[in-house]
């Protein structure tokens, strides 16, 4: 029988057991980075149809201090720029890397890809799903909170691929999510209704979904390969999060961006920059959630 490859492709597809697995890990890793090796060398291939920073740099950076090696593909210096499947890139990278990441657009192709891979896939990013940044979100929110089932996370904005991914850790974890966004933006029912839906409450107006928020999470209102719409820009203004927006929640709440951020759009930098954003311990976090999911896909624990 064919062995059950472990690919890492969405937060609800994994169980709870390895979710929480692979985020205790990552505590792990910060607390002894550098210290943690792989016991044969292995080589992660990585191919990017989006640009990315955080996390190339943080999946390369944290493969190699785990004594692997990275190979990085994009559509310009690949043959995939002149028209060869990814299919077919996949299979024959397949023979060379021991695990491939993919970034891309179409979540039915990363799902198609991790059928006929015959090494673990890592979803990098889809137009739909974006779950290596919840497991860093998560630490994070770890670091800071004793019980992340208590809390209250309100999500600001649109309903995008970071927000979708935020919805399916409801699966795992009891902490309510209040999603505020404007009318044509909120992600799609069906998302909401695969989860714990009872968890998730939708509001129009953001400073009611803010009140006793322990956390605020906003995200780009334009999205990597979504096609620009001025008239639905005009809808976002009073999602910003700035001081006025944080001022409605009865706490001292903390916030939240995987960024990169549109400083002005969606959040100002009295938010981003002030004592209670999280956003540099979040990116710092991608490197050993990063190398946690890597060494879970390589059946390392
Ligand atoms: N948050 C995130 O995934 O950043 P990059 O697009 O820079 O990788
Ligand atoms: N929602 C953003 C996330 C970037 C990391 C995008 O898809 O562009």
Not at 116 to 127: A, D, K, R, Y
Not at 176 to 193: A, D, H, M, V
């Amino acid at each position: 029988m064919k062995k059950k490859i472990r690919h890492f492709l969405n937060i609800n597809k994994l169980s709870t057991k390895d979710i929480l697995l692979i985020i205790k890990q990552a505590h792990f890793l910060k607390k002894n980075y550098g210290r943690k090796f792989l016991n044969d060398k292995k080589i992660l291939a990585m191919i990017f149809e989006k640009p990315s920073t955080r996390t190339r740099v943080s999946f390369e950076v944290g493969m190699k201090k785990l004594n692997g090696d990275v190979v990085v593909l994009d559509q310009h210096d690949s043959q995939l720029g002149r028209g060869e499947s990814l299919q077919d890139t996949i299979k024959v990278l397949g023979r060379y890397a021991d695990i491939i990441l993919y970034r891309g657009s179409d979540e039915k192709i990363l799902y198609d890809i991790s059928e006929l891979s015959e090494v673990p896939i890592i979803n990098g990013l889809t137009n739909n799903s974006h779950p290596c940044q919840i497991i860093a979100d998560i630490m994070t929110l770890e670091e800071n909170f004793k019980d992340i089932n208590k809390l209250k996370i309100c999500w600001v904005g649109d309903g995008n691929n970071v927000c979708n991914s935020w919805i399916e850790a409801i699966n795992h974890y009891d902490f309510e999510l209040n999603i505020s966004c404007p009318e044509g933006c909120f992600p799609s029912k069906q998302i909401i209704e695969n989860c714990k839906s009872s968890q998730v409450r939708l509001f129009d107006k953001p400073a009611e979904a803010l009140k006793n928020a322990d956390v605020v999470i906003t995200d780009t209102w334009e999205s990597m390969g979504v096609k620009k719409d001025r008239e639905k820009l005009k809808r976002f203004h009073k999602f910003r999060v700035d001081a006025d927006l944080m001022s409605k929640t009865t706490k001292d709440s903390f916030f939240l961006h995987c960024l990169p951020a549109h400083r002005g759009c969606e959040v100002t930098d009295e938010v981003i920059d002030g004592k209670n954003s999280l956003v540099w311990d979040e990116a710092q976090n991608r490197l050993y959630a990063h190398q946690s999911i890597l060494l879970w896909c390589l059946e390392d624990f």
